[in-house]
Nanobody
Framework: QVQLVESGGGLVQPGGSLRLSCAASAITFSMYVMGWYRQAPGKERELVATISPGRNTNYGDVVKGRFTISRDNAKNTVYLEMNSLKPEDTAVYYC????????WGQGTQVTVSS
């Protein structure tokens, strides 16, 4: 059974940093485009970042220059380093794996507040 398990969310003050992790199981991780998406209350889910098997990256406009996505194929894990966090970054962050099929994690809450 495919599982994507996110971790690392929490409460952080504006300007702070967090690192999210997503551990995948039961997929050939190295062949998947891995991504992070987020959904704030009352809003649609939006792209945060993706990373291809070849490590090409793509970022949503609102996080460019502040967030960095990376992957460790040996650990079947994708990371999201988030810096200079703003209150508007508050959302549930979802891990995504995409190849011939698409899988989603359960999400991890990130709250940016003083």
């Amino acid at each position: 059974q495919v599982q994507l398990v996110e971790s690392g969310g929490g409460l952080v003050q504006p300007g702070g940093s967090l690192r999210l992790s997503c551990a995948a199981s039961a997929i050939t991780f190295s062949m998947y485009v891995m991504g992070w998406y987020r959904q704030a209350p009352g809003k649609e889910r939006e792209l945060v970042a993706t990373i291809s098997p070849g490590r090409n990256t793509n970022y949503g406009d609102v996080v460019k220059g502040r967030f960095t996505i990376s992957r460790d194929n040996a650990k079947n894990t994708v990371y999201l380093e988030m810096n200079s966090l703003k209150p508007e970054d508050t959302a549930v962050y979802y891990c995504n794996a995409r190849a011939t099929r698409i899988y989603w994690g359960q999400g991890t809450q990130v709250t940016v507040s003083s």
